[in-house]
């Protein structure tokens, strides 16, 4: 696609239950990026990805948040067993690679937890 | 030393006017500025970027000042439209984009 696509666009769920986000980056980018943006705030880094390696994960806000890319696209973010905390816009973003081009944002996944 | 600061918080200006938004870092390893906005709903879009080797940059009605030596850098909306009512992020990155760090954001309100 011409964009970074994220789905589902929103998720409602009730506390307890685990959740799973997907992005899939621009075709060609290598590098991806997950941020977490609550109702009025700024961006929260949470993970990058060159390839599908990713090397720091000190920015996922508790062991309960982990994430995946395989074969160089698609990542998908995980949230077990949700808090109504982790309520939020999940974004992720793609780039040609780390450190080259600009970050591009897909519309992100509005999540609720009950 | 990671933060980027962004002034003000909110801003209100009218159909015509100049509005301006405020950043600054520490880290002297940041050599990558871009601007970011967003729209309700909407990923964060990018706008206008700089790196430190120019002291401004201009496209369109935007405008990118930099001054390094007082690790500053502020965008400027020429000529504002209600069209750019939005939410506006500075961020800043390393050479090796490793340290993406943005802002808080600037909510703009162009009144009509």
């Known amino acids: 696609g011409a964009g970074v696509s994220q789905s589902p666009s929103n998720k409602v769920t009730e506390k307890g239950k685990d959740v799973e986000l997907r992005c899939d980056p621009i075709s060609g980018h290598t590098a991806l990026y997950w941020y977490r943006q609550s109702l009025g705030q700024g961006l929260e880094f949470l993970i990058y990805?060159?390839?599908?390696?990713?090397?720091?994960k000190s920015g996922l806000p508790s062991d309960r948040f982990s994430a995946e890319r395989t074969g160089g696209s698609v990542s998908t973010l995980t949230i077990q067993r949700t808090q109504q905390e982790d309520s939020a816009v999940y974004l992720c973003?793609?780039?040609?690679?780390?450190?080259?081009?600009?970050?591009?944002f897909g519309d992100g996944t509005r999540l609720s937890i009950l | 030393q990671q933060q980027v600061k962004q002034s003000p918080q909110s801003l209100i200006v009218q159909k015509g006017g100049i509005s301006i938004i405020n950043c600054a870092y520490e880290?002297?390893?940041?050599?990558?500025f871009p601007w970011y906005q967003q729209f309700p709903g909407k990923g964060p879009a990018l706008l206008i970027a700089i790196r430190p080797d120019v002291s401004e940059k201009k496209e369109g009605r935007f405008t990118i000042s930099f001054n390094k030596s007082a690790k500053q850098f502020s965008l400027h909306i020429m000529d504002s439209q209600p069209g750019d009512s939005a939410t506006y992020f500075c961020?800043?990155?390393?050479?090796?984009?490793?340290?993406?760090?943005f802002g808080p954001g600037t909510r703009l309100s162009v009144l009509p």
């Open positions: 961020a800043a990155s390393d050479n090796y984009g490793q340290n993406f760090v």
């Open positions: 990805f060159q390839g599908n390696s990713a090397p720091d």
């Open positions: 973003a793609s780039s040609w690679m780390m450190g080259e081009g600009p970050q591009h």
């Open positions: 880290n002297t390893a940041f050599d990558y």
